[in-house]
């Protein structure tokens, strides 16, 4: 079942901060978040595996709750380069990824 | 970061005939591809899972027949797009997990190929 992400598009100016979220119905195995740019492949940014966890990259970080059913990802002081779709990937059994419908992300100077 | 080569990046078709898509991890070795489609401004969806040696495992709704994978090696998959038409004109991407991650379902990065732009005329 594909995860649900919020929201669907947001524009920012450089050095504000968003969050994106993602959200499933049941308790997820593990969540994955990409970004990808317009015309190439997703990039991967972090996995989450366990509840209550949280990561960073850079300064994108982002959050598994308690109950593993919903993640945010957090853009603190964005920049330029923060453009692009981000997906949130949710992993079940089957050693598969089902990706959320995408949240587009613009930065504008 | 490991590197999956896909090829070719662009093709324009006529309708009516085959094309195939190759992908290739360069630096690993991967049991598993998976083959994403994705439409404009629009979701990655998941078509199926490439297994090395194996049939490949087809999600509900996308026509094994039309839709041709073949997972030759540990580092090369391919899906071949038979008797194309206009709607199947799309992004491809495929993607992989380095072995050492089969042990732990879905604790592995998956690793993109730069993805293949097919126009059916």
């Known amino acids: 079942q594909q995860p649900v992400q919020s929201p669907q598009a947001v524009i920012l100016r450089e050095g504000e901060d968003a969050v994106i979220n993602c959200s499933s119905s049941?308790?997820?195995?593990?969540v994955h978040w990409y970004r990808q740019k317009h015309g190439e492949a997703p990039v991967f940014l972090m996995i989450?595996?366990?509840?209550?966890e949280q990561k960073g990259h850079e300064k994108i970080s982002a959050s598994f709750n308690e109950k593993k059913q919903q993640s945010s990802l957090y853009l603190t002081a964005s920049q330029l380069s923060y453009s692009g779709t981000y997906f949130c990937?949710?992993?079940?059994?089957?050693?598969?990824?089902?990706f959320g419908g995408g949240t587009r992300v613009l930065v504008k100077p | 970061g490991a590197v999956v080569s896909q090829h070719p990046s662009r093709v324009i078709c006529k309708s009516g005939t085959s094309v195939k898509i190759e992908c290739r991890s360069l630096?690993?070795?991967?049991?598993?591809m998976f083959w994403y489609r994705q439409f404009p401004k629009q979701s990655l969806m998941l078509m199926a899972t490439?297994?090395?040696?194996?049939?490949?495992?087809?999600e509900q709704g996308v026509e094994k027949d039309k839709f041709l994978i073949n997972h030759a090696s540990l580092t090369l998959s391919t899906l071949t797009v038979t008797s194309a038409h206009p709607e199947d004109s799309s992004f491809y991407i495929c993607?992989?997990?380095?072995?050492?991650?089969?042990?732990?379902?879905?604790?592995?990065?998956?690793?993109f190929g730069e993805g293949s732009r097919l126009t059916v005329l």
């Open positions: 993607s992989a997990r380095e072995r050492v991650y089969l042990a732990r379902e879905n604790t592995g990065e998956l690793f």
């Open positions: 049941k308790a997820l195995y593990s």
């Open positions: 989450l595996l366990k509840g209550g």
């Open positions: 990937g949710t992993g079940a059994a089957g050693n598969k990824l089902t």
């Open positions: 630096d690993f070795q991967a049991t598993t």
């Open positions: 490439s297994n090395e040696g194996s049939k490949a495992t087809y």
